[in-house]
T-cell receptor, first 108, second 113 residues
């Protein structure tokens, strides 16, 4: 069945370093969404990408959808302690699936 | 302000008991969802409903039941048939279709004692 995998599962970075999480699907996706879940909180919708090769930015966050629409990435420039949390991708193939998530720890 | 409310925040259940988790939204969303979150396993879909009086099983529906009698409400019952119910349960809603982002409730943490 369709799966959406994310790597890495965990990432520790020093404050100010960059961070990237990757999302890979076994099937072509019609869209990809990204969510952030703070520790002890609930997922919050960040953005949606629908076009092949699409790139969108939100301040220090850059989201990219692959040309084949099977992968996506989220890049954070110069991490801050407020970036701490788990980042999930979610995509629509034959069904809508959430990725396994990447837990980000930022060391002050 | 529009939003989605889950209650209670924490719930303790004795083995063999059924418990019902509440989920209410005032966003006028047609679709509602229940997810289970376990450490390191992401979000797994239990049930979803795209319209009143209709709902579909997700990937891990065994041991759970739902109802959708009103657009605003989508309660989840964790039955005694669910062998490992301790988890964080998240309710979400969206406009119909997966091209819209989900709005999540703050979750219910269920513990079996």
């Amino acid at each position: 069945g369709q799966q959406v995998m994310q790597i890495p599962q965990y990432q520790h970075v020093q404050e100010g370093e960059d961070f990237t999480t990757y999302c890979n699907s076994s099937t072509t996706l019609s869209n990809i969404q990204w969510y952030k879940q703070r520790p002890g909180g609930h997922p919050v919708f960040l953005i949606q990408l629908v076009k092949s090769g699409e790139v969108k930015k939100q301040k220090r966050l850059t989201f990219q959808f692959g040309e084949a629409k099977k992968n996506s990435s989220l890049h954070i420039t110069a991490t801050q302690t407020t970036d701490v949390g788990t980042y999930f991708c979610a995509g629509t193939g034959n069904q809508f699936y959430f990725g396994t998530g990447t837990s980000l720890t930022v060391i002050p | 302000d529009g939003g989605i409310t889950q209650s209670p925040k924490y719930l303790f259940r004795k083995e063999g008991q059924n418990v019902t988790l509440s989920c209410e939204q005032n966003l006028n969303h047609d679709a509602m969802y229940w997810y289970r979150q376990d450490p390191g396993q992401g979000l797994r879909l239990i049930y979803y409903s795209q319209i009143v009086n209709d709902f579909q099983k997700g990937d891990i529906a065994e041991g759970y039941s739902v109802s959708r009698e009103k657009k605003e409400s989508f309660p989840l019952t964790v039955t005694s048939a669910q062998k490992n119910p301790t988890a964080f349960y998240l309710c979400a809603s969206s406009r119909t279709g997966t091209t819209y982002g989900y709005t999540f409730g703050s979750g219910t943490r269920l513990t079996v004692v």
